[in-house]
């Protein structure tokens, strides 16, 4: 009886998600650009994202944690509508989220974890990256110091991680305007 019930929750929720064509037609991209909260909201109001998910990119060891992710950025893996913004568009996007000349993090955020990073699945997201880091140097006039990586493992951060900006706004606020983002992304951005 068990069994029969599990498997018929188990079609139905293949059903419904075969149903919706608008999640079939969604792709994601990760990026690290320093603090995941930052990150992650910058994304999640841009048109066209889905949905923005603060976690650790890139590393290899099983089950990182906020306490130990070595070998891990700190990243946000971006769900999209391709058909409302190209990939092209959100690397855009990120560039004009971070300092992307520096080498030991990002703004206040320093460390390895905190190192910038663009992960590619396929050779055509690639081939956007570097033209978009090229098309940076040239603009900035300045070495980028963003890497071009394979996609890998992503691990969504814990529960606390997510949404941050959102529910805990003044903490977070807090944080933003200590930490100098605005105005050095200003600085370097012009807006």
Same mark, same amino acid.
């Given at each position: 009886?068990?069994?029969?019930?599990?498997?018929?929750?188990?079609?139905?929720?293949?059903?419904?998600?075969?149903?919706?064509?608008?999640?079939?037609?969604?792709?994601?991209?990760?990026?690290?650009?320093?603090?995941?909260?930052?990150?992650?909201?910058?994304?999640?109001?841009?048109?066209?994202?889905?949905?923005?998910?603060?976690?650790?990119?890139?590393?290899?060891?099983?089950?990182?944690?906020?306490?130990?992710?070595?070998?891990?950025?700190?990243?946000?893996?971006?769900?999209?509508?391709?058909?409302?913004?190209?990939?092209?568009?959100?690397?855009?996007?990120?560039?004009?989220?971070?300092?992307?000349?520096?080498?030991?993090?990002?703004?206040?955020?320093?460390?390895?974890?905190?190192?910038?990073?663009?992960?590619?699945?396929?050779?055509?997201?690639?081939?956007? $990256?570097?033209?978009?880091?090229?098309?940076?140097?040239?603009?900035?006039?300045?070495?980028?110091?963003?890497?071009?990586?394979?996609?890998?493992?992503?691990?969504?951060?814990?529960?606390?991680?997510?949404?941050?900006?959102?529910?805990?706004? $003044?903490?977070?606020?807090?944080?933003?305007?200590?930490?100098?983002?605005?105005?050095?992304?200003?600085?370097?951005?012009?807006?």
């Amino acid at each position: 009886m068990k069994t029969k019930l599990l498997s018929a929750i188990a079609a139905a929720a293949v059903f419904a998600g075969a149903a919706d064509p608008a999640l079939a037609a969604t792709k994601t991209a990760v990026f690290a650009g320093g603090c995941f909260w930052s990150m992650e909201k910058a994304f999640e109001h841009e048109p066209g994202v889905v949905e923005a998910v603060s976690g650790y990119g890139g590393g290899s060891r099983p089950n990182p944690t906020y306490d130990n992710h070595e070998g891990y950025l700190e990243s946000v893996k971006v769900t999209y509508d391709p058909a409302k913004v190209s990939y092209a568009q959100l690397v855009d996007y990120y560039y004009h989220s971070i300092d992307p000349t520096d080498p030991t993090g990002q703004i206040c955020d320093k460390g390895p974890s905190y190192r910038l990073a663009v992960f590619v699945s396929t050779p055509e997201e690639r081939q956007v $990256a570097e033209a978009e880091r090229v098309k940076i140097e040239k603009q900035l006039n300045a070495k980028v110091t963003v890497q071009t990586r394979p996609a890998s493992s992503f691990v969504a951060a814990e529960a606390y991680h997510q949404d941050f900006a959102r529910r805990n706004p $003044a903490y977070y606020q807090r944080y933003y305007e200590g930490c100098g983002r605005e105005r050095a992304l200003k600085a370097i951005w012009g807006r």
